[in-house]
């Protein structure tokens, strides 16, 4: 089973920035897309954003025009660039391939 480990959240101003990184344990190609999932206190894991092996990308509708999912192959990670916080996308981020997710990180949209 691939390993997933997340990175690059933290606190940023609303109308901030953050890119999370999810990196993958193996190159191998996996017929499985990428996601991108989020869960706030007190609330359901949701989806944010995914990403195909033929490069679809879908959005939820509430980061559609804000966030922007891609793949780096040279690094082996998917990014989640972040644009335009708000104190509502505040929660735990993490990454999902398959059955295989990472253990989340922390991102925290606070003036």
């Known amino acids: 089973q691939v390993q997933l480990v997340e990175s690059g959240g933290g606190l940023v101003q609303p109308g901030g920035s953050l890119t999370l990184s999810c990196a993958k344990s193996?190159?191998?190609?996996?017929?499985?897309?990428m996601d991108w999932y989020r869960q706030a206190p007190g609330k359901q894991r949701e989806f944010v954003a995914s990403?195909?092996?033929?490069?679809?990308?879908n959005y939820a509708d509430s980061v559609k025009g804000r966030f922007t999912i891609s793949r780096n192959n040279v690094k082996n990670t998917v990014d989640l660039q972040m644009n335009g916080l708000k104190p509502e996308d505040t929660a735990v981020y993490y990454c999902?391939?398959?059955?295989?997710w990472g253990q989340g990180t922390q991102v925290i949209v606070s003036a």
């Open positions: 999902r391939e398959g059955s295989s």
């Open positions: 193996s190159a191998a190609t996996s017929i499985w897309p």
């Open positions: 990403i195909s092996n033929s490069e679809i990308t």
